[in-house]
Nanobody, 124 residues
Framework: VQLQASGGGLAQDGGSLRLSCAASGRTFSTYTIAWFRQAPGKERELVAAISRSGVRTYYTDSVKGRFTISRDNARNTVYLQMNSLKPDDTAVYYC??????????????????WGQGSQVTVSS
């Protein structure tokens, strides 16, 4: 599956952005989808993930209550709604797909396909 991320940009502290990850192919619903982020000088970290059906989700502690992941399998798209943004959320955000990873698997090596990064910058 090929992934295309969009929706990043500049937001103020406390603002909102929505990222989208559009996938090609007819097997989108067979993939667990995750959002990772990588800030300068830091390792890539798992932010949120969603199961194939969308029933199960995972969030890293720092974004719980602020970010919401969702998917529309009919549109082959996953969304990451980011509210109450903080400067610490500044990073390049990547969507990733896996046919084998459990929801919440934090190891990037478990993901088969990656979208290009989308820059999110939160100003204080």
């Amino acid at each position: 599956v090929q992934l295309q991320a969009s929706g990043g940009g500049l937001a103020q502290d406390g603002g909102s952005l929505r990222l989208s990850c559009a996938a090609s192919g007819r097997t989108f619903s067979t993939y667990t989808i995750a959002w990772f982020r990588q800030a300068p000088g830091k390792e890539r970290e798992l932010v949120a993930a969603i199961s194939r059906s969308g029933v199960r989700t995972y969030y890293t502690d720092s974004v719980k209550g602020r970010f919401t992941i969702s998917r529309d399998n009919a549109r082959n798209t996953v969304y990451l709604q980011m509210n109450s943004l903080k400067p610490d959320d500044t990073a390049v955000y990547y969507c990733a797909a896996s046919t084998t990873a459990l929801v919440g698997s934090p190891d990037p090596m478990h993901y088969d396909s990656w979208g290009q990064g989308s820059q999110v910058t939160v100003s204080s």
